[in-house]
């Protein structure tokens, strides 16, 4: 990182091992492109596609926006679960050019396991891909092109329940002695029997505490969990419903998911403070710091407090499984971005956050060309691949925050330093070398705000030039404070410009 080692200082020589560390680690601060493979490109064959979806189950055409339906008494699902578009895993696979120029590390797919819904959250065999979708094979290809542009694949590990309709909850249900009765939790105060997760009849819970179950989802070689790892060498789960599961058992799963594949990454969607959940998982769904950007864009958190929040946060939890942890903004649980941040100042604001802060940000599919929708099923709509153009002005602003992102080491590794701020959002990302410094500093009142920051390294010289790389205006420091003027509701992510060394320092390259 050092032009000349030598004038590393005490601290540099402690850190610099830290920091290799973290470079190296391929789940640090990755950029996850979210997909779900029935809305993200359309069938080639439509007609044909149609045919596996018999009724009460529809097929629906691309251009037809998902919408709330009633519930079906037979099945036990609301209507809008079981509307199909006939994307599938082969349709994925032909945009990983896509997916990859548009800055992504890892393609992290939502349930593609065979099940009624489309959603897949009510899986009937764990160990067969949904026959709409493909098969295993399909996905070792898809999972071995992905590798070949450098990209990982994350599925995502529905363990807590499975669907009411699968054969092995009918059978469990059918008489109390079969191999799959103790498989599930069954109650008779429980109106349906058996214990649903939420309350839902479609999803009953797993007796996850049975060992047989255990060695069947992750602990034997040929479980799901390492099967998939060894077979069609994916790269990690995601967790669904992860909180549910609690601390020892996803300290079981996560150990030997990495007896499998020791680099693999185990993320547990965690509504939950991330504090203590590493190592039980490297990661969490980060939505506690979601709730905060959100938050202070919305004007419920003052901007200052909101700062100092994600110091807690980072300080409680750690550094480090904070920066493998998914920091997510919308996804199929919630409402897409520019829905729930109708004015485009509060989205920018926000999306430049998610990819400045500790994490890994986690981009749903389609939002980077500005696709909304509301709650359930809105925000599944399907992909606009018409929208994918250079005269859309969200694409633009989506590839050139994610090409900052992409060149900028201390975003995806670096420490995270609160800089103190009356009203503003203000923060210092920083490696060992200054030269990769950003300053990020947001302002979401309605009116400008001038303050002068206080930039916590020690080793940029005074009139150091910083340069907004949104906009190219220039700031410059004295005496380690940055006189910083921000325009009402908008975000800069400053860098030092070093092109040439500030007066009076004829030896600055031994500095940084």
Known sequence: MFKDPKSMNAKDIEREPVFQERASD????????????????????????????????????????????GYNLENKVWTHEIEFWGGDLKGVQSKLNYIKNLGADILYLNPIFLSYTNHKYDTWDYHEIDPGYGTREDLSELTRRAHQCGMRVILDGVFNHMGRQSPMVREALSRSEN?????????????????AWSDVENLPELNLENEMVQDYIFGAKNSVVQSYLLNENIDGWRLDVAYDMGFSLLSKLTKAAKSAKPDCEIIGEIWNYPEEWSPAVDGVMNMHGRNIILHMVQGKIHPAVAAK?????IRDSGIDPILKSW??????????????????????MARVLQLTLPGSPCIYYGAEVGLTGGNDPEMRNPMKWDLVTDSNECYLFHKKLLSIRKSEPALRYGDFRLMNAQNLFAFLRRTNSISEIIIVVANPFKKDITEYLQVRESKIPNGTTFIDLLTEEKFSIHSGLLEMKTPAQTVRILKPDLSESPQGYSRFDRVY
């Open 327 to 348: 920091l997510v903004l919308d996804n199929h649980d919630t409402p897409r971005l520019r829905s729930a941040l109708p004015n485009l100042w509060a989205s920018k």
């Open 309 to 313: 929040m994600w110091e807690t946060m």
């Open 26 to 69: 391929w789940r640090n601060g990755a950029i996850v492109y979210q997909v779900l493979v029935d809305r993200f490109v359309p069938p080639q064959n439509p007609s044909e596609k149609s045919t596996r979806y018999a009724p009460p189950r529809v097929f629906k055409k691309w251009d037809e926006l998902p919408k709330a339906g």
């Open 179 to 195: 191999k799959w009765h103790d498989f599930f939790k069954f109650d008779e105060r429980s109106r349906y029997g058996y214990i």
